[in-house]
């Protein structure tokens, strides 16, 4: 299952360098911007394609790695979504090429304007062997995790990716970072959390909203460190997450799903909202829990995600999956 979108990293041997992967060439203030939004050079009129990682032509997408001034650089271009507002003027402004028509039906070739042909252009560099890896096409395997495995195979392997930090996590919890992209927070260090737009959304359209909640507190890694001592936490980031996106989105809870991921992108507790019937990466049943269920699960099991048997996948040259296979777990 290749997963080409962007996202905070898994493992906090991975995160570091994270926080300078999710730039887009218009904003990247190193090449002449004035900040978020502002206009810059063209970081990537140097850009030299080594190969093609991955192409995801229904979601229009393609993932590049190649040289950006003598570095590593992993590109990822996504074609823009309509927007409503918008089409009047595109159909004014463009021209048609006929490709071919039959009885009542015809296909064209339509020219828009520049400003409507805009790409989404996320750019990693320097990128590592762990980003171009991330990002290339691979297998996925799915892993059954016992408590046993979780004690002895997954909970060492996170435990020993202390090479790097969760500094871009903390940088938004302590506001040095993506202060002006919060929607809402909650200072409680114990039940509170901050909800801020995941990099996937580009906020001009609610059919695809995505938003992330990160909790405050520093000690809950994953799921599995979920007890009944918790339940005020998640009700609280369910509650307010859906009272906030109604009142600034007009999004009720009844069109909104709301997760966790296991194993997730990095070990820092947080919880995705998207709207209902979006195609999120990582909605699907193998790795998304929904928090409604969760918080059932713990009132009737207080210690329910210590002792289950989860289940989810792992692509084929991630270092958990070889730490199961090494164990004989797969």
């Known amino acids: 299952m290749a997963d080409t979108t962007v996202k905070r990293e898994r493992g906090s041997e991975e995160t570091n360098e994270l926080h300078c992967e999710v730039k887009k060439t218009k904003v990247d203030d190193n090449n002449g911007g004035d900040g978020v939004g502002a206009k810059s050079q063209n970081a990537l009129s140097g850009f030299k394609t080594s190969n093609v990682l991955s192409v995801n032509a229904r979601e229009k997408r393609i993932v590049l790695h190649g040289k950006v001034a003598d570095e590593d650089a992993v590109v990822i271009l996504e074609k823009t979504p309509f927007t409503e507002d918008t089409m009047d003027q595109v159909f004014k402004g463009s021209t048609l090429k006929l490709d071919m028509k039959n009885y009542i039906y015809s296909t064209y070739q339509l020219q828009a304007s520049p400003h409507y042909n805009e790409i989404k252009t996320t750019l990693v560099c320097p990128a590592t062997e762990k980003h171009i890896s991330k990002y290339k096409h691979q297998e996925s395997f799915f892993v059954e995790e016992t ?101 600034r989105y007009s999004l009720p809870s009844s069109k909104l799903r709301v997760y966790l991921h296991y194993q997730p992108s990095y070990y820092h507790l947080h919880v995705h909202f998207t709207k209902l019937g979006y195609d999120a990466p990582g909605c699907g049943v193998e790795r998304a829990h929904l928090l409604s269920d969760v918080i059932q699960n713990l009132q009737s099991d207080p210690q329910y995600y210590k002792n289950r048997t989860m289940y989810f996948p792992l692509r084929e040259e991630d270092k958990l999956l070889s730490k199961f296979k090494e164990a004989g777990r797969l």
């Open 147 to 247: 408590k046993k495995d979780y004690e002895t195979i997954t909970l060492p392997f996170i435990e020993d990716q202390t090479t790097f930090s969760l500094e871009w996590v903390y940088n938004i919890l302590q506001k040095k970072a993506e202060v002006e992209r919060i929607v809402y927070e909650d200072p409680d260090p114990d039940t509170g959390f901050i909800l801020l737009p995941d990099f996937k959304w580009n906020q001009k359209q609610v059919d695809d909203l995505y938003l992330i909640a990160i909790v405050h507190r520093m000690n809950i890694r994953s799921l599995r460190d979920l007890t009944a001592e918790h339940l005020p936490l998640l009700v609280n980031i369910l509650q307010k997450g859906q009272m906030t996106i109604l009142e």
